[in-house]
Each structure stands twice: as C-alpha cells, then as structure tokens.
C-alpha cells in the first residue's frame, strides 16, 4: 500500500539548517499538493509551509524567510528547507500530500496521505 516517507530531521543547533524530505513509497506517484504541517510538545498542529499543483508557495508567518518548500522536477520527491532554526522551530514535522497517477495525460488521484513525522529540535 502507498504511503508516504520522510527523512531528514535530527538535532540542530540555533542559527543551522535542516532539510528534510517527503516522497511516496513508490516513485510512480507524483506529490500533486504538499503541505508541512508541525505539532511542538503540548501545542496544537501548526501549517508551516504548502504547495500547490501549479507550484505556488505558502508559508507561515512564523517560518517566512527563514524555510522554503520545493519539488523535485518530477514532482516525487517534496523537500523543506529550514534556514536559522530557533529553538521554537522543536516540533515533530509531517508531510502531508495528495498523491497522483499520470499516464500519458491522464491523471488519476490517489488520495490524501500523511508521513509518519520526524523530529527536529533545535537546542543549544
């Protein structure tokens, strides 16, 4: 069964970068529409960054400037970039993204899957 696979993740220092990645379990699909969502300890899950299918970004107040979302050019592998992590970046980070088939020109959607979540803290 398809499913998403992060990596990347770990521990960062204040002012490092990171960068972590998503793709599917198999690279026949593409990753249509991203999201990262992050969730700290006792908060509630928190959108950092999307991308649409006609790659268009957005990004939380709390990480503009500082992360960018991007694809691959075949669009089966979403990364996210994080630049200056601060402490208040420590979260468990999680892909979340609609997956699709192309043959030829068609295209047939999968549905909505979720990664299991990696960790990053950021500590000095």
């Known amino acids: 069964q398809v499913h998403l696979v992060q990596s990347g993740g770990g521990l960062a220092q204040p002012g490092d970068s990171m960068r972590l990645a998503c793709e599917a379990s198999d690279d026949i699909y593409t990753l249509r529409v991203v999201h990262w969502y992050r969730q700290a300890q006792g908060k509630e899950q928190e959108l950092v960054a999307k991308m649409s299918d006609v790659d268009v970004p957005g990004y939380g107040d709390s990480v503009k400037g500082r992360f960018t979302i991007s694809r691959n050019p075949t669009n089966t592998t979403a990364y996210h970039q994080m630049n200056n992590l601060k402490p208040e970046d420590t979260a468990v980070y999680y892909c979340?993204?609609?997956?699709?088939?192309?043959?030829?020109?068609?295209?047939?959607?999968?549905?909505?899957?979720w990664g299991r979540g990696t960790r990053v803290t950021v500590s000095s």
């Open positions: 979340y993204a609609d997956l699709s088939y192309y043959q030829g020109t068609s295209r047939l959607d999968i549905g909505h899957f």
